[in-house]
């Protein structure tokens, strides 16, 4: 059984930083495309940054400059390091990870990020 645990949120002050982390056990094929999004409340969910088994990346464009996204295909774990932390970046954050074999998608069970002073 496939599972995304992710780790890493928790409140910081703004301009802080946070590093998340989401680790993929259960999978015995090869994982694609990994991402984060986020959701905050009453918003839709939104894509914050992707990352192929190559490591080709694209960002939102809020993002952009502050957020790095990478991976480890060893670990089957895929990071977002959040810098320059803003109040609109207050969210629960998820984890994806694809799985072109299987013509399937996994989620995460989502960490809370606030940006608060």
């Known amino acids: 059984q496939v599972q995304l645990v992710e780790s890493g949120g928790g409140l910081v002050q703004p301009g802080g930083s946070l590093r998340l982390s989401c680790a993929v056990s259960?999978?015995?094929?090869?994982?694609?495309?990994m991402g984060w999004y986020r959701q905050a409340p009453e918003a839709e969910r939104e894509l914050v940054a992707r990352i192929t088994s190559g490591g080709g990346t694209n960002y939102a464009d809020s993002v952009k400059g502050r957020f790095t996204i990478s991976r480890d295909n060893a670990k089957n774990t895929v990071y977002l390091q959040m810098n320059s932390l803003k109040p609109d970046d207050t969210a629960v954050y998820y984890c994806?990870?694809?799985?072109?074999?299987?013509?399937?998608?996994?989620w995460g069970q989502g960490t809370q990020v606030t940006v608060s002073s």
């Open positions: 994806r990870a694809d799985f072109p074999a299987w013509s399937i998608s996994y």
């Open positions: 259960g999978s015995k094929v090869s994982i694609g495309i």
